[in-house]
T-cell receptor, first 113, second 109 residues
Framework: DGGITQSPKYLFRKEGQNVTLSCEQN?????MYWYRQDPGQGLRLIYY???????QKGDIAEGYSVSREKKESFPLTVTSAQKNPTAFYLC????????????FGDGTRLSIL | GENVEQHPSTLSVQEGDSAVIKCTYS??????FPWYKQELGKRPQLIID?????GEKKDQRIAVTLNKTAKHFSLHITETQPEDSAVYFC????????FGPGTSLSVIP
């Protein structure tokens, strides 16, 4: 069954710690995205990748990093430089990066210990 | 910069009534306008989309209209049901997808 898998579902971060959120897709999509969603808010774009080995900053990239070494994988690292990381993180993919519907994962909820 | 505005932020309707959500966008190069539904604690899911070469699209109780000249598009839900209660997001943009802030729809039985 094709789709996007995010793990873990819940994650806790200690002060000064980097954590990595996993996103895997088996839809053979070229483009992948990371969004941050705060309570009662919309989706804000953190990073996006149009194709493997390429990625661009979105609107709120500070304190985050990504890699796209494989087509199916787009992990997001929340670094210690992100001072307010508590949020719901959503990964998405689309066939191409423009003018196509996005398919979302179930999300990872990150909290600070 | 590019922007997508969405109104209203909250909407309550009686079961069986219609609901309308409106969005405006700033980038005139935008060609694709999807709508997503997000139930509490779940992933957003595409419910309908429209491209700039058509003015209206319908799928059962859901329809979307697009006015490229005025740069706005709307979601129409007829004969609303309690399971329509959710947050709805519109989106647009050319170089990257920009989501509207969302509309929380409550359908009262």
């Amino acid at each position: 069954d094709g789709g996007i898998t995010q793990s873990p579902k819940y994650l806790f971060r200690k002060e000064g710690q980097n954590v990595t959120l996993s996103c895997e897709q088996n839809l053979n999509h070229d483009a992948m995205y990371w969004y941050r969603q705060d309570p009662g808010q919309g989706l804000r774009l953190i990073y996006y990748s149009q194709i493997v080995n390429d990625f661009q900053k979105g609107d709120i990239a500070e304190g985050y990093s990504v890699s796209r070494e494989k087509k199916e994988s787009f992990p997001l690292t929340v670094t210690s430089a992100q001072k307010n990381p508590t949020a719901f993180y959503l990964c998405a993919s689309s066939i191409t990066w423009r003018d196509q519907p996005q398919h979302f994962g179930d999300g990872t909820r990150l909290s600070i210990l | 910069g590019e922007n997508v505005e969405q109104h209203p932020s909250t909407l309550s309707v009686q079961e069986g009534d219609s609901a309308v959500i409106k969005c405006t966008y700033s980038d005139s190069a935008s060609n694709y306008f999807p709508w997503y539904k997000q139930e509490l604690g779940k992933r957003p899911q595409l419910i309908i989309d429209i491209r700039s070469n058509v003015g209206e699209k319908k799928d059962q109780r859901i329809a979307v209209t697009l006015n490229k000249t005025a740069k706005h598009f709307s979601l129409h839900i007829t004969e609303t049901q309690p399971e329509d209660s959710a947050v709805y997001f519109c989106a647009g943009g050319y170089d990257k997808v920009i989501f509207g802030p969302g509309t929380s729809l409550s359908v009262i039985p």
